[in-house]
């Protein structure tokens, strides 16, 4: 078994799909339209979802925002340089929420920033070796 991925809806594709490219730089894997539904999905990741677990992005027609609720904690992203991933999101206009610097009680460093829904996604620093 493998998760495959993490379905989260969003408020505006087109925006959300902007953020997840050009902002965290994930690639769009797939994007498909279902008028009878009236939804769109969209599915972005790293790497081809036969090798990793990719995040879809629900759009349901007509919805323009929806309540986080309180059991939504946050995806979590390697990243090689936290500090310098926070200046080049910041630079492309994402919104950083807590800064890089360590993690409260230890020495790991990480930081968190928000996409345009409110969904928070942690950077945590793993240095290529």
Known sequence: MRILHTMIRVGDLDRSLKFYTE????KLLRKREFPEGKFTLAF???SDEADSAVIELTYNWGVEKYDLGSGYGHIAIAVEDVYRACAEIKQLGGKVT???GPMKGGTL???????P???KIELIHRPVA
């Open 117 to 119: 829904d409110g969904y």
């Open 23 to 26: 902002v965290l730089n994930m």
């Open 109 to 115: 460093a990480i930081a968190f920033v928000e996409d």
């Open 44 to 46: 972005v990741g790293y």
């Open 98 to 100: 807590r800064e890089a």
